[in-house]
């Protein structure tokens, strides 16, 4: 097998949650580019069938699907029409993500809760889904878009956003144990940790930080489209077939620093 035949996903097809903006829709554009099939879906429906529209005009099929990623018939229905339009689910990239800024003290619990739901369990439910569907055709490839947060704790003056980052050191200690349990049925889980990037969730901070942001970056700059494509592209692919329950952290050397 030649190095470009391990990038191509021709005749695969992915499912990318919170799909709509952001980082979704950059992760959705990079597995289409590489030739697999996309389910775009989310809680902003309109905003998920721009982004199919946009993908079909690169020549693959896309489909768009409204779901709240807390709610098992919502991911029950997306991946059943998925498997019914498709026939199969090779990649899933569970990127649907919430915040809440608040001093920890202050923090109401129904907040703490709506992010638990959104970041945690939703990568829960939806894992488990389609890890179903993955297990009896004897592949597959899960992707959980986590964060540098969740490595460690921030100042408060910086990112008032304990339940995130609580949520994110979650989703990595899953992933390793979802990738244990999935490696014998040839499923391959594992993370993105993404530093900044301009999206919606860190738009607070870098309106406000970006100049102790860019200072602790060793880059000097905050990330882009293409610093998120390739490490997308390189999980999704054949490239990465002996890599369990790794997260790969795209920071810009953030977390490289002493």
């Given at each position: 097998?030649?190095?470009?035949?391990?990038?191509?996903?021709?005749?695969?097809?992915?499912?990318?949650?919170?799909?709509?903006?952001?980082?979704?829709?950059?992760?959705a554009h990079a597995i289409a580019e590489a030739g697999a099939n996309v389910?775009?879906?989310?809680?902003?429906?309109?905003?998920?069938?721009?982004?199919?529209?946009?993908?079909?005009?690169?020549?693959?099929?896309?489909?768009?699907?409204?779901?709240?990623?807390?709610?098992?018939?919502?991911?029950e229905h997306v991946v059943d029409e998925t498997v019914k339009h498709f026939?199969?689910?090779?990649?899933?990239?569970?990127?649907?993500?919430?915040?809440?800024?608040?001093?920890?003290?202050?923090?109401?619990?129904?907040?703490?809760?709506?992010?638990?739901?959104?970041?945690?369990?939703?990568?829960?439910?939806?894992?488990?889904?389609?890890?179903?569907?993955?297990?009896?055709?004897?592949?597959?490839?899960?992707?959980?878009?986590?964060?540098?947060?969740?490595?460690?704790?921030?100042?408060?003056?910086?990112?008032?956003?304990?339940?995130?980052?609580?949520?994110?050191?979650?989703?990595?200690?899953?992933?390793?144990?979802?990738?244990?349990?999935?490696?014998?049925?040839?499923?391959?889980?594992?993370?993105?940790?993404?530093?900044?990037?301009?999206?919606?969730?860190?738009?607070?901070?870098?309106?406000?930080?970006?100049?102790?942001?860019?200072?602790?970056?060793?880059?000097?700059?905050?990330?882009?489209?293409?610093?998120?494509?390739?490490?997308?592209?390189?999980?999704?692919?054949?490239?990465?077939?002996?890599?369990?329950?790794?997260?790969?952290?795209?920071?810009?050397?953030?977390?490289?620093?002493?």
């Amino acid at each position: 097998m030649q190095v470009k035949d391990l990038f191509d996903l021709s005749n695969k097809t992915a499912i990318v949650t919170g799909g709509g903006r952001g980082l979704g829709e950059i992760m959705a554009h990079a597995i289409a580019e590489a030739g697999a099939n996309v389910v775009v879906c989310s809680r902003d429906l309109k905003a998920c069938e721009a982004v199919s529209d946009a993908l079909v005009k690169k020549g693959v099929y896309s489909l768009a699907y409204e779901c709240d990623v807390t709610v098992k018939e919502d991911i029950e229905h997306v991946v059943d029409e998925t498997v019914k339009h498709f026939g199969t689910i090779d990649i899933l990239i569970n990127n649907s993500g919430t915040s809440w800024i608040s001093p920890i003290l202050d923090m109401p619990a129904d907040k703490w809760d709506k992010v638990m739901a959104v970041n945690v369990k939703g990568v829960f439910l939806f894992s488990q889904a389609v890890a179903k569907v993955m297990a009896k055709q004897k592949s597959g490839k899960i992707i959980n878009i986590a964060s540098v947060s969740g490595f460690g704790g921030t100042l408060e003056s910086f990112m008032n956003t304990t339940a995130y980052n609580t949520s994110k050191g979650a989703v990595m200690t899953f992933t390793k144990d979802l990738a244990v349990k999935l490696a014998p049925h040839n499923i391959q889980v594992n993370a993105i940790a993404p530093g900044f990037f301009p999206t919606k969730l860190s738009k607070p901070v870098l309106d406000h930080f970006s100049e102790p942001v860019l200072a602790r970056t060793p880059a000097g700059r905050i990330g882009e489209e293409n610093d998120i494509k390739g490490a997308t592209l390189f999980l999704a692919s054949q490239a990465s077939n002996y890599i369990i329950g790794h997260t790969l952290v795209i920071d810009g050397g953030m977390t490289a620093l002493a």
